[in-house]
Every structure is written in C-alpha cells, then in structure tokens.
C-alpha cells in the first residue's frame, strides 16, 4: 500500500504556487507535486465508492490524468475540496458505467429535449457530448451550472458558494443551459 497510507499536512499558499506553477509551464512534475499529498485522500474516497482497492489505486492514476486537463479549465480555488468532488464524481461515474444502466436521465438532468436520441448513440456518448458543451461554457455558468443541476442547490445556495449574486447565478444559469442546448445539438449533427 505504501503511498497510500502517507500522511502529510497540504498547505493551501504550497497549494496555489503549485497551482500557478503548473498552469504556467504544463509541467507534469510540478502536478505530481501537488497531487502527491492528496493520493491518501483520494484513494480513501475512491475505496469508498468503488469497495475494491485494485480498482481504487487504478481510478488515483486516471484522476491524476483528469487533472493534467482539467486544473487548466476550471477556477479551482481549494485544490483539497475541488479534488475531492472531481474524485467522488470520477467514482460515481465509474459505477454507473460498471453497472450499465444510466442512473441520470440526462432529459431530466437538464430540463430541455436532449438532441442525440439516435438509437446507435449510447448514453455514454451522450455524457461525453455533455461534459465536452460544459467545456465551452464560461467559468461562471460552468460552476453555476455545476452546483445547481448536479450537486442539485438552490439559487441561493449556488449564490452562496460562489459569491455571485441571485441575479448572476440566474443569469449564468439560463444562459449556461441556453449554451448547453446548441452546442449538444451541434453535436448531434455530428
């Protein structure tokens, strides 16, 4: 088990240089640096949600290749939080796909007819498809969207957690979703 059972104490300004480090120059190290102190953490979370460890110590690499993109794409403010959501959501995922049944109905999920419905396309494709349209979307909608439809708060809770106001988060909301809508069905002419 060796690094998995590693305690070290994070430091968020360590967090942030190393942050601003990576972002900077790309380099893998300098991510491996900060992720390292976290692997414990993530590890344990994947170990919940997964209940296998071979599986677990598998799903700290491929979240540790998530990050190499996705620490580049979002306003990560607490690396430690941030983390932890990208790495329960990464299980959440893996469970779902294990399981071969949808436990979203991504009509639902997103309150608008969702454009690929061909009967080839699987659901997979479709969260692919999802996940590539929330890329295209500014960081604001993209959180605002985040907390309201998949962590399921309200506006003001959204509002709360990203210090926007109640109007900013309706806005960013409507228009996120507005966003959503024609780049999937862009994608659905694909």
């Known amino acids: ?66 990050l190499v993109i996705k620490v580049t794409r979002h306003d990560v403010k607490q690396f430690k939080s941030w983390l932890y959501v990208l790495s329960r959501n990464f299980c959440l995922t893996q469970l779902r796909a294990n399981k071969k049944t949808q436990t979203i109905n991504i009509d639902e999920f997103m309150e608008f007819p969702f454009v690929l419905h061909h009967e080839e396309v699987s659901n997979e494709q479709n969260l692919t498809a999802l996940e590539k349209c929330m890329q295209t979307l500014s960081s604001e909608q993209q959180r605002s969207v985040e907390l ?40 659905g002419e694909r």
């Open 1 to 66: 088990m060796g690094w998995f059972n590693k305690k070290h104490k994070a430091d968020t300004a360590d967090d942030e240089a190393l942050l601003q480090q990576y972002r900077q120059t790309g380099d893998l190290a300098v991510l491996g640096r900060l992720y390292e102190p976290y692997m414990p953490m993530v590890f344990g979370v994947c170990l919940k949600y997964l209940q296998d460890e071979e599986q677990s110590k598998d799903a700290v690499m491929q979240i540790f290749e998530e």
């Open 148 to 187: 309201f439809y998949i962590r399921e708060k309200c506006y003001k809770e959204v509002a709360e957690l990203t210090g926007f106001s109640l109007n900013e988060v309706k806005s960013y909301i409507q228009n996120g979703k507005r966003n959503l809508k024609i780049c999937l069905e862009k994608q």
